[in-house]
């Protein structure tokens, strides 16, 4: 048997294991400092709540992967400062974001973050490392389902041209 058979927290990290985990510990940490910016400009209660969740989930899974980095001796990014907390009604209407808006920009924010932990899952060959991502993933999955969701019932979901196929409209 070689260095890669046993206890996978017990085999050492390749190189993009490494730069995956610091990379997501980095943007982590970048997405809990800009959600409490969204969080400011957010005047519908189930928004707030879901950034609320958002920010939660990115300081455990934060926390998880300084974990996997200390314990693989690998320096840590720095963090941002946390965000005061503003009062919606003090920021000026033109440089205000919508709820709209900042729905929209989480939505996007999830289907990227979606992207990059199957990255990092695919170039795993720690299985550990791998099902971290995974949870990683699931949790996004779900709060992309949910913002949908939301965006769909608050009449807030930005619709791509639906393609409706002509012929088979005239034929029906």
Known sequence: MGILSGNPKHEPMHYGEVSGAWGSLVAKKGMISYYQVLHNHT??????DFIEQSIDTAREEAAELERVLKENGVPLPPSPPEKPKADLELIPPGARLTDVEVASLVAADTSMGLVACSQV???CIREDLAALYLTFYTKKAEMGLRMLRMQKE???LVVPPLHVNTAEVQHA
């Open 43 to 48: 005047g519908d209660a189930d928004l707030r």
């Open 154 to 156: 608050k009449g807030w």
């Open 121 to 123: 899952m695919a170039m």
